[in-house]
């Protein structure tokens, strides 16, 4: 399928839901273009913990770029996108919070 026919499925899909509902469905889309940048670029640190501060550290435009790109593939620009995340302090310290216990487990 055609990488605009998707968007543009995408896009009427977020268009019919609640807002609740578009950001729950644009995180998990997020969720599946960042995690092959954490295992790439951030081996050994525990998946599940790292995801959920990335997402929850993410502003609203970073999560509906990453979304996007989850169509696609992670590109250099989801990357990046992902690095800036993680560079936040919110984010190093969920991290030191939530991904060292998991691997100390």
Same mark, same amino acid.
């Given at each position: 399928m055609?990488?605009?026919l998707?968007?543009?499925a995408?896009?009427l899909t977020?268009?019919a839901?609640s807002? /609740?509902a578009q950001d /729950?469905?644009? !995180?998990?889309a997020a !969720?599946?273009?960042i995690?092959?940048v954490l +295992?790439? !670029?951030?081996p050994?640190v525990p998946? @599940?913990?790292?995801?959920?501060?990335v %997402?929850?550290n993410?502003s609203a +435009? #970073? %999560? !509906?770029?990453?979304?996007?790109?989850?169509v696609a593939?992670?590109t250099?620009?989801t990357? #990046? %996108? +992902?690095?800036?995340i +993680?560079?936040?302090?919110?984010?190093l310290?969920?991290?030191?919070? @939530?991904g060292?216990?998991?691997?100390?487990?």
């Amino acid at each position: 399928m055609p990488k605009a026919l998707i968007l543009m499925a995408l896009g009427l899909t977020l268009a019919a839901c609640s807002p /609740q509902a578009q950001d /729950q469905i644009a !995180r998990d889309a997020a !969720r599946s273009a960042i995690t092959p940048v954490l +295992v790439e !670029r951030f081996p050994g640190v525990p998946l @599940e913990p790292a995801l959920n501060c990335v %997402i929850d550290n993410a502003s609203a +435009v #970073q %999560i !509906r770029a990453l979304a996007l790109d989850s169509v696609a593939g992670p590109t250099e620009s989801t990357a #990046q %996108i +992902v690095t800036d995340i +993680v560079s936040k302090p919110e984010t190093l310290t969920c991290l030191a919070a @939530e991904g060292l216990p998991a691997l100390l487990r």
